[in-house]
């Protein structure tokens, strides 16, 4: 027992996500009803959200913290709905034994939630930097467990966090200005900044360590008697779990598919790790980027800048966004929650 | 410069090619390209794996690592062979300056006199400071600068313009050219380039790649293609562990085998844009000498396709260069036939453009054909700087054309008088942005010719365009205010700098600077110079002064300000060429993962067979067909590289929607296309 509501509002918009009992927001104390729960998704977005719009008002054009906010929003709708939908769906392995799967997949849930509150829940914890849970994600189905994993793959970006996260959708605003940049046959630039070699080394350098934490860290685990120790799901969906651990450890979420016995010092040391590059790893670049845009001298706009509000700006970022993620996950996804779905579909 | 233009694949440069493309594949060549060096290692590796297969020992079939390694050797190859393209044709238009190169001999002057006594040397010993002289028929040996003499020149050795020009010292016509011939008179030269740093030499450099260095924008660019490749690295290389740690699992199937993992590798690796990227830059470079403009270096290239303002000299770009007689302005009492009789007459030996002019004017107004000057018994008056005027005289009949005040005090010295019909004339034309030209018969003043500055034709549309490009143009003229508007107003510029100075002109390039915008301008006298160093783009016309041409960044052989528009649309096209073929060949992973991801991992597990979307008849012939994919799309794209995109003048957010759709959506869906071919292909004639 202990003063629970007023850390809960600590947890949620801080996006801190460490619960004051372990069960986090599965547990009644902390999250009692729906309108909590409820409330408790909509404090994870509020901060980053209105981030967007302060960072409109500090480049002291408004229209392109919306253009990032809607590319965010654009994006969360998109995983929400399939991350609610196969859970909703269920497993129709039980379906063929004759149970009931109307309620959808209803392992590790609280029934309370149900399967529309805690996959959107899941979306939302995982897109933010918070890691608070009020279901256990490592029971949702292939597809639904894809989701939040796939969200801290495309590093936290889509609202962030609160300390750490707009900076995150930057980088890749910049990187997309880059590419696109040139095909209207001007050397780039973002906000009337020009975005050359320097920059570029540094948003090169932010958005590659933390695929890089989760790819090597996972490959070391699979590779040592330690790392396999901790499995108890062998299989592809062990794999799926340990890819979550280290994806989860390098972007600084927190929650985990929990099937896993990552409290090993292994584990502990590997995520340790994985936890402190992620970070700083990023933040380092960032500062820096940022610095060496502060001092650069400011473009005029014409009708030949590339404009980065409106909707093509949007898409281009989410397109960056996922692409980026895609090239660096595909295969490992492949051998983890791709194939679990597929086995589990292919039987059906 | 007289250079045919070579088809894109012209035997006399693919046979060179071919050859230099198996000259490339020295390491330290490929060094410098990260992104394929990484490639001729996985080709390196693949065909040490093939000769362990050969000797019983190996993880794939030793028939399929050959195959895989033959493509990745074509890879490197192709890549190289499109950058030796690209060379090559530079080198072929730098063959015709090499022809300016052959051993020259001068007459080393003691003095800085022509009169001085002088000892032949070769032109390679002639050092700055050095004076030379030189005679008709004589090539002029080194760049350097007229300090005493006047001589026609023949330039078309550089300029490809069969007219002689005339050099002489003092003024904005000094410079002289190494390479060119002196066809008439005499001229004493001062060198001031040393050997092997002339103009030409430069340009050779400059062509010939030797000395090309990759601009700002190119190694931003390599950044980013290298991040991508130590990225797909480190996703291949941990993709052992876990296929090893799925066999384990699944109790089923075999690990990925390294050949399988390197053919990922190089598919996933942006090699279409590394392979293409140098080419692009040289065939940029190319383009802008097919222009007959020399840049001094790519940076200005990519520069000229950043430029906002465009600083244009009214005189030569927007209207032609000289003025014509447009219409006859009556006085009182005198008929426009009379007039125009009159003028006629005083102009017939007037030999500058604007007294042409007239002469045509009156010929398409009344008929007027030029007479026998002989039958008139006519004596010319030529202009002088002293009278203002020139004219004719028939007998004790004067005619006089000339300015206002020059004519007035003409016909006052006569005893006439200066009607005030004609004075109002002369200042309704001079507001309208004309030049008034009065016509005197002995005392009698017979009316106004007005001589309009003509503004060139098709000029408005090109402005227009560039106001679509978001160019703004700014109009630089010597004239007042008032002359300036009504030009400007006509040609449709966005601004214009009236009675401009040096002075003003630097201060309006530093103030749209200092706004974040890049100017570009062209120029040709000395007191240009400080505006072209300031420029961000600086065309210095090659018939300008030595000065203005090294405070530009860009020579333009032709001397045609005009120029400047299709320089900026050269810049823009290498860079729209990079950008989309960047997107082009990012795009073209998810294609290749398709085809690969479920061919690697089939035998482990069977399910995966949901992802070959494209129904590829085996896992070998998969692989096979995205590499082999990979390998043909940098040889289709060579054509794309070297002529570059086209660029249209439309919004920044129609071009990039419309490129994004072609690059982009043509990217994700045209290898689907390929590969699919390929394997058709291979499954059918069973190779694999």
Not at chain 1, 292 to 310: C, D, E, Q, V
Not at chain 2, 417 to 432: H, I, K, M, Q, Y
Not at chain 2, 638 to 650: E, F, H, N, S
Request: glycine share 10%.
């Amino acid at each position: 027992m202990g003063p629970v509501a007023s850390q809960e509002a600590i947890k949620m918009l801080g996006t801190n996500g460490g619960g004051f009992f372990n069960a986090n927001s599965a547990h009644p104390y902390e999250n009692p009803t729906p309108l909590s729960n409820f409330v408790q998704m909509l404090s994870i977005f509020l901060i980053p959200g209105a981030l967007c719009l302060t960072f409109g008002r500090i480049v002291g054009d408004t229209r392109q913290g919306w253009a990032v906010l809607a590319a965010m929003t654009l994006m969360f709708v998109v995983m929400a709905v399939i991350a609610m939908h196969y859970e909703q769906a269920g497993n129709p392995l039980l379906g063929r034994l004759g149970v009931d799967i109307g309620a959808g997949n209803m392992e590790g849930k609280e029934t309370r939630f149900g399967t529309f509150d805690s996959g959107l829940f899941a979306t939302i914890t995982t897109l933010a930097s918070c890691g608070a849970v009020n279901a256990m994600h490592d029971s949702f189905t292939p597809m639904g467990g894809f989701v939040p994993l796939w969200n801290m793959m495309l590093g936290e970006v889509v609202f962030g966090g609160v300390g750490s996260g707009l900076y995150g959708m930057l980088l890749f605003a910049v990187m997309a200005v880059f590419i696109a940049g040139l095909m209207i046959g001007r050397t780039p630039e973002y906000l009337g900044k020009k975005i050359e070699a320097y920059e570029m080394k540094m948003v090169s350098i932010a958005i590659l360590i933390t695929p890089f934490l989760a790819l090597v860290g996972t490959a070391t685990t699979v590779m040592t008697a330690d790392g396999l120790a901790g499995i108890a799901n062998p299989g592809a969906h062990g794999f799926s779990e340990i890819l979550y651990a280290f994806t989860s450890a390098a972007n600084n979420n927190g929650s985990a598919f929990a099937g896993l016995s990552a409290n090993t010092p292994f584990y502990n040391v590997m995520t340790a790790i994985a936890m402190w590059f992620g970070r700083f790893g990023v933040i380092v670049p960032v500062l820096a980027l940022a610095g060496t845009l502060a001092a650069k001298k400011r473009i005029a706009a014409s009708a030949g800048t590339m404009p980065t509000h409106g909707p093509l700006f949007v898409v281009l970022l989410i397109g960056t966004v996922v692409l980026v993620g895609a090239l660096n996950y595909v295969p490992a996804l492949a051998l983890g929650p791709v194939i679990e779905h597929l086995t589990l579909f292919a039987v059906y | 410069m007289s250079h045919k233009s070579l088809a894109m694949f012209d035997p006399v440069l693919v046979k060179p090619a071919i050859v230099d493309s198996f000259c490339k594949l020295n390491p330290a060549v490929q060094w410098r390209n990260p992104v394929m060096f990484v490639v001729y290692v996985g080709s390196l590796l693949t065909t040490a794996l093939w000769v362990q297969a050969l000797g019983g020992a190996a993880d794939a079939p030793a028939g399929f690592i050959l195959a895989i390694a033959l493509w990745l050797w074509f890879t490197v190859l192709f890549a190289n062979f499109a950058e030796a393209l690209a060379e090559g044709r530079s080198k072929a238009q730098a063959a015709s300056l090499r022809g300016l190169k052959k051993e020259t001999w001068a007459k080393k002057l003691k003095g800085s006199h022509a009169t001085a006594e002088w000892t032949t040397v070769s032109a390679t010993d002639l050092h700055k400071g050095d004076f030379v002289l030189v005679h008709a028929g004589e090539i002029i040996p080194a760049d350097g600068e007229v300090i005493e003499g006047v001589a026609s020149v023949d330039e078309s050795a550089i300029t490809g313009e069969s007219a002689p020009v005339i050099r002489e010292s003092g003024g904005d016509f000094s410079a002289v050219t190494g390479g060119t011939r002196v066809l008439s008179d005499w001229i004493v030269v001062r060198v001031t380039a040393n050997p092997g740093e002339t103009f030409v030499d430069r340009m050779i450099a400059m062509v010939e790649n030797a000395k090309r260095q990759k601009t700002p924008n190119e190694i931003a660019l390599t950044i980013l293609l290298v991040a991508l490749t130590i990225v797909f690295l480190v996703v291949t290389v941990t993709l052992l562990p876990y296929s090893m740690f799925s066999v384990d699992v699944s109790q089923a199937g075999t690990p990925i085998s390294i050949t399988v993992l390197i053919a990922l590798l190089v598919c996933l690796i942006p090699t279409t844009i590394a392979g293409l990227l140098s080419a692009i830059g040289v065939a940029g470079m190319s383009r802008m000498m097919q222009a007959n403009v020399i840049a001094t270096s790519g940076r200005a290239v990519e520069a000229a396709g950043d430029v906002d303002v465009l600083l244009l000299d009214k005189t030569g770009t927007i209207t032609l260069g000289n003025r014509q007689a447009s219409a006859f302005l009556m006085a009182e009492r005198v008929s426009e036939a009379e007039l125009a009789d009159a003028a006629q007459l005083a102009s017939l030996a007037d030999e500058t453009p604007e007294g042409r002019s007239i002469v045509v004017l009156a010929k398409q107004k009344f008929n007027l054909r030029e007479r026998d000057i002989h039958a008139l018994n006519a004596s010319f008056v030529h202009f002088s700087a002293h009278t203002r005027m020139s004219g004719v005289d028939l007998g004790d009949r004067q005619i006089r054309k000339g300015a206002a005040g020059a004519i007035s005090s003409h016909v006052e010295s006569l005893g006439g008088s200066f009607p005030a019909l004609v004075t109002t004339l002369v200042d309704e034309v001079a507001r309208r942005g004309s030049t008034p030209l009065v016509v005197a018969d002995g005392a009698r003043v017979l009316g106004v010719v007005e001589l309009k500055d003509v503004v060139k034709g098709c000029i408005k549309e090109r402005f227009a365009e560039l106001r679509r490009m978001g160019i703004k143009t700014v109009m630089i003229t010597g004239d007042n205010r008032l002359t300036a508007a009504a030009i400007a107003a006509e040609a449709g510029v966005d601004d214009f700098l009236a009675e401009a100075t040096p002075e003003n002109k630097l201060a309006l390039i530093r103030q749209h600077q200092s706004e974040g915008r890049l100017v570009a301008m062209t120029g040709d006298g000395t007191n240009d110079a400080p505006a072209l160093a300031q420029a961000d783009v600086a065309v210095a016309m090659n018939t300008g002064t030595q000065a203005a041409k090294e405070a530009g960044n860009m020579v333009d052989l032709d001397s045609n300000p005009t120029k400047l528009i299709e320089i900026v649309e050269t810049g823009k096209q290498m860079l729209m060429t990079r950008g989309s073929l960047t997107t082009f060949s990012i795009a073209n992973d998810v294609a290749k993962y398709f085809a690969i991801i479920p061919a690697a991992f089939i035998t482990t597990y069977p399910q995966l067979a949901a992802l070959n979307i494209m129904h590829l008849a085996s896992p070998a012939s998969a692989i096979l067909s995205a590499v082999v994919f990979n390998a043909l799309i940098i040889m289709f794209l060579i054509p794309l590289a070297l002529k570059g995109v086209r660029y249209r003048p439309l919004g920044a957010r129609v071009l990039l929607r419309r490129n994004l759709l072609v690059y982009g959506l043509g990217g994700l869906v045209t290898p689907f296309v390929g590969i699919k071919l390929i394997d058709l292909i291979i499954a059918g004639t069973g190779l694999a």
